[in-house]
């Protein structure tokens, strides 16, 4: 490849083979095209070959949702904003990386068809063999070095904290020595949590099959665990890491000088370092107010629901310009399976106007979820009705055919 470093765009990285799965489709499918063809995600389309989002495997694990009871459409996420074949490379980068999704779709020019899609993997290598810089840094320098780690004998529902706490997905393990013994992944954690989570327990013939729910998050990491853990020099560079991950088919290393674990590496540690040679203008300033119960509400829950409001809107950017996002929470008492009660208020005002959504459910995430999809809707209605100025007025004829009710007129009585 000749592309010189400064000119570099998204279609000298788009990988063309991807794959899909349709949005009615249940997710223990989903997983199973994941397993089958080693992937991380998948793109999502509806019957009418619309792109409906990106299902990943950490999605799945961190819903809590019975696979084989529950459809791709209630999982799927849309990327924060969709990139084309002409876009900046580090620009795109930087959207993959705060999408928290492995693969994101890239659009031909004029934003209409999928023409393949920019996967973590591939774009590193693609950018190591053009950045000789990048490929030669000591990966130490790139990777976490305040790593979590867990012991062998800890429980898995200490380790599942753990990873929520600190947004990982993954935990080097320790035994009694200290030493490295094994690593946990979302991956070990779907082959034998979430696939086996409801086991069919079958009676005398004829009888209904029960399901009874598996509880082994009092587990110790020991019996979940992967104990093939592979491991890299502090020393080794960007270009040999990348080599290694690739020639393994693994997404992180151990990094291990005497014995002891000096840092963790993974694909998404060393995109984040291209995504941070691009420097973003912050469009939309978000403020928060919270309501209720606040000693029970998650600092990072809250961090992650932000930022995924945050996302959502950076997808209108080009439409609204800037602006400033207000979020009110208010978390109730009620309570239903130890989620509480939220009410969710979110007012958009942007150069395009004012717009609010308003959603109450349980769970802060899907509350979130309920009001952007109103924020989304109302945005996505200004946008078509600056196109076609009638719409608003057939929406309303329409509207009328359907509900109005002529009455029974008569004539004067005799």
């Known amino acids: 490849m000749t592309t010189e470093k400064g000119s570099l765009k998204v279609n000298h990285f788009i990988e063309k083979r991807f794959f899909s799965i349709l ?180 009676f005398r013939e004829g009888e209904r099959v029960s399901r009874e729910k598996i509880k082994i998050t009092e587990y110790p990491v020991k019996e979940i665990m992967n104990n093939v853990v592979f491991t890299i020099d502090p020393l080794a560079t960007v270009k040999e890491c990348i080599k290694m991950m690739e020639e393994l088919n693994v997404s992180s290393l151990v990094i291990i000088e005497d014995d002891k674990v000096k840092g963790i590496v993974t694909d998404k540690d060393i995109l984040g370092y291209i995504a941070s040679l691009y420097q973003k203008p912050e469009k939309f300033k978000v403020l928060y107010a919270i309501s209720g119960d606040v000693e029970e509400l998650d600092k990072y829950e809250l961090e992650d629901a932000i930022e995924h409001v945050r996302n959502v809107i950076q997808r209108y950017e080009d439409y609204l310009n800037s602006g400033n996002i207000y979020i009110y929470i208010k978390q109730h008492d009620e309570r239903f399976r130890s989620m509480p009660l939220y009410h969710i208020r979110i007012r958009l005002s942007s150069e395009k106007g004012v717009f609010i959504g308003i959603g109450e459910t349980w769970g802060l995430y899907n509350a979130i979820g309920c009001a952007l999809k109103k924020l989304r809707d109302q945005i996505e209605y200004k946008r078509e009705l600056e196109k076609d100025p009638y719409l608003g007025l057939r929406a309303l004829v329409k509207e009328v055919a359907n509900t109005t009710v002529l009455p029974n007129i008569k004539g004067p009585k005799d």
């Not at 199973?32 to 694990?61: A, H, P, Q």
């Not at 904290?161 to 320790?174: A, D, F, Q, S």
């Open 23 to 202: 949005d009615d489709d249940y997710l223990s499918k989903a997983l199973g095209e994941m397993y089958s063809n080693n992937v991380k995600g998948l793109l999502v389309f509806d019957r009418n070959c619309i792109f409906k989002g990106v299902l990943t495997e950490e999605i799945i694990t961190k819903s809590y949702l019975d696979p084989s009871t529950t459809k791709v459409k209630s999982l799927a996420v849309m990327p924060p904003k969709n990139i084309t074949e002409n876009d900046d490379v580090y620009k795109a980068a930087y959207i993959l990386f705060n999408s928290h999704l492995p693969i994101i779709p890239v659009f031909d020019k004029d934003k209409k068809e999928i023409i393949g899609v920019l996967e973590i993997k591939s774009l590193i290598k693609k950018y190591s063999e053009i950045d000789k810089q990048f490929s030669n840094m000591r990966i130490i320098d790139i990777a976490t070095t305040d790593v979590v780690t867990v012991n062998e004998y800890d429980t898995l529902g200490n380790a599942l904290r753990l990873m929520r706490e600190n947004k990982i997905t993954r935990l080097p393990i320790l035994g009694k020595n200290g030493k490295l013994t094994g690593i946990l992944t979302l991956h070990d954690i779907i082959e034998k949590l979430i696939k086996p989570k409801y086991r069919s327990q079958k």
